[in-house]
């Protein structure tokens, strides 16, 4: 039993670095298109925040995601390297976090 907990510690830090990683690429994705965004010359760009919203459409192409759950990824991994690099508070969650159905299936179909 020993090993078995330990084990699930070790996986757990494994999985804790993966997140991190997750959210500073995915801040640092939305930085650039929010630059980009700024620097774009036509108003109606900048107001349907296209460059965001084609960069969550991309990444929801290539990991098989909901375009609308990676727009709130994508600001969720904002908002929390921004309050980490101003020490300000992290805001609590808008909504819970839900297990996600497919690694429930992946974790079931290991069993």
């Known amino acids: 039993m020993r090993a078995l907990v330990e084990a699930i510690r070790d996986e757990s830090v494994r999985v804790a670095r993966v997140q991190a990683s997750l959210v500073r690429l995915r801040a640092e994705a939305l930085q650039i298109a929010l630059d980009h965004?700024?620097?774009?010359?036509?108003?109606?760009?900048?107001?349907?925040?296209?460059?965001?919203r084609s960069?969550?459409?991309?990444?929801?192409?290539a990991t098989h995601n909901h375009d609308l759950t990676v727009q709130k990824e994508l600001s969720d991994a904002h908002t929390l390297t921004v309050a980490a690099l101003s020490n300000a508070p992290v805001p609590a969650p808008r909504m819970p976090m839900r297990f996600p159905a497919r690694a429930a299936k992946s974790i079931a179909s290991c069993v």
């Open 37 to 52: 965004m700024a620097r774009s010359s036509s108003r109606d760009t900048r107001e349907r925040e296209m460059p965001v």
């Open 55 to 61: 960069l969550a459409l991309e990444i929801a192409v």
